[in-house]
């Protein structure tokens, strides 16, 4: 079946560490997106990719990196840079398409820095 | 700047209609999505409007009007697996290509 996971569900951080939340698809998506949701919050935009090894940044990129070196895969980078990293993550994929704006979204990833 | 504005909060009893709002400014609009995301989930995809007027989807339905920069989400015959969050979300092709920006969300409360 064709999808978009995200792992790992649940991860823990200590204070000054890096830590990468993976995002794979097999839906064949060209765009893939990165977003930040806070409790009884919306979703901010982190970063974004149209196209393989090309990315862009969304409207909070401070503080976190992302690569695009696979078409299937966006992995999100939480550096120690970013100050308050405690999140819900979400990663998203769609067609590049000008009308439909359809995305596919992971499960998530619940991190807490302890 | 770019957003979309939307309600934070709604009420309604269970078999009714409820309208939730969204008002955006973007350059290059090209269509307004709706998403629901029940708590700890994943947004869902629900409808898209390209073009001004209504799409139906069961007891959803989408409007939209680009003169007045403003759609809504009507869902009807309200059921309380309906409680959940609301986002509207817009494709933008101006300065930022192709990002995708969703508003706060609206939580809908369904009551008996």
């Known amino acids: 079946d064709g999808g978009i996971t995200q792992s790992p569900k649940y991860l823990f951080r200590k204070e000054g560490q890096n830590v990468t939340l993976s995002c794979e698809q097999n839906?064949?998506?060209?765009?893939m997106y990165w977003y930040r949701q806070d409790p009884g919050q919306g979703l901010r935009l982190i970063y974004y990719?149209?196209?393989?090894?090309?990315?862009q940044k969304g409207d909070i990129a401070e503080g976190y990196s992302v690569s695009r070196e696979k078409k299937e895969s966006f992995p999100l980078t939480v550096t120690s840079a970013q100050k308050n990293p405690t999140a819900f993550y979400l990663c998203?994929?769609?067609?590049?398409?000008?009308?439909?704006?359809?995305?596919?979204f992971g499960q998530g990833t619940r991190l807490t820095v302890v | 700047g770019q957003s979309l504005e939307q309600p934070s909060e709604v009420t309604a009893v269970e078999g009714a209609i409820v309208q939730i709002n969204c008002t955006y400014q973007?350059?290059?609009?090209?269509?307004l999505s709706w998403y629901q995301q029940h708590d700890g989930g994943a947004p869902t995809f629900l409808s898209y409007?390209?073009?001004?007027g209504l799409e139906e989807t069961g007891r959803f339905s989408s409007f939209l009007s680009r003169s007045d920069s403003y759609g809504y989400l009507l869902l009807q015959e309200l059921q309380m697996k309906d409680s959940a969050s609301y986002f509207c979300?817009?494709?933008?092709?101006?300065?930022?290509?192709?990002?995708?920006?969703f508003g706060k969300g609206t939580k809908l409360s369904v009551k008996p």
């Open positions: 998203a994929s769609s067609r590049p398409t000008v009308g439909n704006t359809e995305a596919f």
């Open positions: 839906l064949n998506h060209d765009a």
């Open positions: 990719s149209q196209i393989v090894n090309d990315f």
């Open positions: 973007t350059s290059g609009f090209y269509g």
């Open positions: 409007n390209g073009l001004d």
């Open positions: 979300a817009a494709k933008n092709y101006g300065g930022s290509q192709g990002n995708l920006i």
